[in-house]
């Protein structure tokens, strides 16, 4: 049987077009790909990026704090131009959306800047009403912002929103304590605004290590963002111009504006999974094997639709693997076990890889290597700030489990400690590495003693 193409990628965000750059340019497949919104996806137009930017430019106040500690007594941030801003941060987003553009056309791809539904096991119907069939097809349609379900919800934003403002709120309510409110938390305080932060736990950043949670939960208050923890929003309506907030506790404030940042679910809506028979988990994702083969073997999906670890570098280590196996004849799985991350957070970041404090004793004997102090660069300045250092090793094979950062730049640092600890490195191999003086890495290589040693599931803490 012939086909239009050997693979039609549905989605142009960072595992298809990984996926659909490689298999055409790299291994000369006839490739399709659908995109019906920005070529990039997620992370380029509405994600990391313009995230990142942003974080980037919340950061003037807290600069020049620090600079006014180190004798420059006028240094301040002097007022923030959002319109500024924006229309640069758009025009920096149409030149990624180019480069991307490019990638795709030089490797021979051919890119339908449309909505994409399946309608067979090899065939796609366009949002033109045009069918294409492919050998393979895969599905890389990422995620979207999933509502919780209270009334007046629709009046809030979603992080997608927060790059088109037409001007920044006076007063702004987030809701969540993940990975989207405390980054914009952090952002929008930083830029000035009026920023309540409402989440239903008692520390943010559920899922990462305690301890750097706790120093999270701390520096965002620090940084001036009202946090208020064991609340949420029960209800939403206008008022004025505004939008007045009913909480749990039966309490009511009014706000410019309100983020709702509550997860996000795969994005598989009206894509014709049903009627082609691929397998979904319950909360909608594809379900995949460790090949990302979907339950229809012509149908493959990667990224976050498949709801695996909802990072870019994992969708585009996914994409490429799956090229690599099915049109490289290399077969190459995904191993999602160790896999790195940071939040970013001002002044600090929190990053971490591997296991935290309370999954490692919750497997077995641990030893915790661990160090709060103020580095020497903000303590200078007359800050607060904490560090926090912690790697956390397995007693018998002396191999380090996982590693967490709480500090300026964690981001960048917990990349490096990813690849010993990928590679299986000993609390002994950290050891023998020389410091490099002054930073505020060199804790992880000059830690000798444990502070405390948990002896697993039916032991408790000692030291
Ligand atoms: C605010 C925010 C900040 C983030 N920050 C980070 C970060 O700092 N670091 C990090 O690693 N990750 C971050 N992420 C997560 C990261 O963006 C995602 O994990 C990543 O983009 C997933 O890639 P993907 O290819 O699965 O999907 P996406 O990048 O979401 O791409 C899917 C694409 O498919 C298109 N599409 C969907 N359905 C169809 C259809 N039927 N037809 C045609 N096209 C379709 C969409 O328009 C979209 O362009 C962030 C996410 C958000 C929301
Ligand atoms: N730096 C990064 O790598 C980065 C940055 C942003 C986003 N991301 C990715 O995007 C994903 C989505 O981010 P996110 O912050 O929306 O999700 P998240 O899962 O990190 O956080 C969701 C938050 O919403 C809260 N929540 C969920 N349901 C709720 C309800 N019914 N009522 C009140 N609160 C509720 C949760 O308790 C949690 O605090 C992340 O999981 C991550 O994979 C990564």
Redesign the pocket.
């Known amino acids: 049987m012939s086909f239009d193409y050997d693979l039609f990628v549905?989605?142009?965000?960072?595992?298809?077009v990984r996926a659909a750059r490689i298999a055409a340019g790299e291994y000369g497949a006839k490739v399709g790909l659908?995109?019906?919104?920005?070529?990039?996806?997620?992370?380029v137009?509405?994600?990391?990026v313009p995230?990142?930017l942003m974080i980037f430019a919340s950061q003037a106040g807290l600069m020049a704090e620090e600079m006014r500690g180190y004798g420059w007594a006028e240094a301040q941030a002097g007022p923030f131009s959002w319109e500024t801003f924006r229309d640069k941060l758009d025009a920096e987003l149409t030149r990624l959306e180019l480069i991307y553009r490019a990638g795709l056309s030089r490797a021979g791809v051919e890119v339908h800047d449309?909505?994409?539904?399946l309608v067979g096991h090899h065939e796609i119907a366009l949002a033109d009403g045009t069918r294409k069939t492919a050998r393979h097809i895969l599905i890389?349609?990422?995620?979207r912002p999933a509502p919780i379900g209270i009334p007046g919800e629709e009046l809030a934003m979603v992080?997608d929103d927060l790059f088109l403002m037409d001007r920044l709120p006076g007063r702004i309510l987030l809701v969540g304590g993940g990975?989207?409110a405390c980054?914009f938390a952090t952002i929008l305080a930083g830029l000035g605004v009026d920023t309540v932060q409402a989440y239903r736990g008692d520390a943010v950043l559920r899922g990462f290590d305690r301890e750097a949670r706790d120093l999270a939960t701390l520096q965002l208050s620090a940084v001036g963002v009202d946090l208020r923890l064991g609340l949420t929003p029960a209800a939403l309506e206008r008022s004025g111009e505004g939008i007045a907030v009913t909480f749990d506790d039966g309490s009511r404030e009014d706000f410019d504006a309100v983020l709702m940042a509550t997860g996000?679910d795969p994005?598989t809506r009206g894509?014709g999974l049903e009627a082609t028979g691929v397998a979904v988990k319950p909360n909608g994702a594809i379900a995949v094997d460790d090949w990302s083969q979907t339950s229809v073997p012509s149908i493959f999906a990667?990224?976050?639709?498949t709801d695996r670890i909802?990072?870019?570098?994992?969708?585009i280590r996914e994409?490429h693997s799956f090229v690599d196996t099915v049109f490289g004849a290399k077969p190459r799985k995904v191993d999602h076990s160790i896999v790195a991350?940071?939040v970013?957070l001002r002044p600090h970041e929190l990053a971490t890889v591997g296991l935290t404090e309370e999954e490692a004793r919750a497997q077995g004997p641990v030893d915790v290597y661990a160090t709060t102090f103020r580095p020497m660069r903000s303590m200078f300045a007359g800050s607060d700030a904490k560090v926090m250092m912690k790697l956390l090793v397995d007693p018998a094979t002396d191999r380090v489990l996982g590693c967490h950062i709480f500090g300026p730049e964690a981001g960048e640092m917990i990349q490096l400690a990813a690849i010993p600890i990928g590679m299986g490195a000993t609390k002994a191999q950290f050891d023998a590495t020389i410091a490099v003086h002054p930073t505020a890495a060199e804790e992880l290589v000059t830690m000798r003693t444990p502070t405390r040693r948990h002896e697993g599931p039916a032991g408790g803490a000692k030291g």
Not at 34 to 43: I, K, V
Not at 45 to 48: D, Y
């Open positions: 549905i989605g142009g965000g960072s595992g298809g659908a995109e019906e919104s920005r070529m990039g996806g997620t992370c137009i509405r994600g990391c995230k990142k449309q909505r994409a539904t890389a349609t990422g995620g992080s990975f989207i980054e996000r994005y894509l990667v990224g976050d639709v909802n990072l870019t570098p994992v969708a994409g991350s940071a970013y």
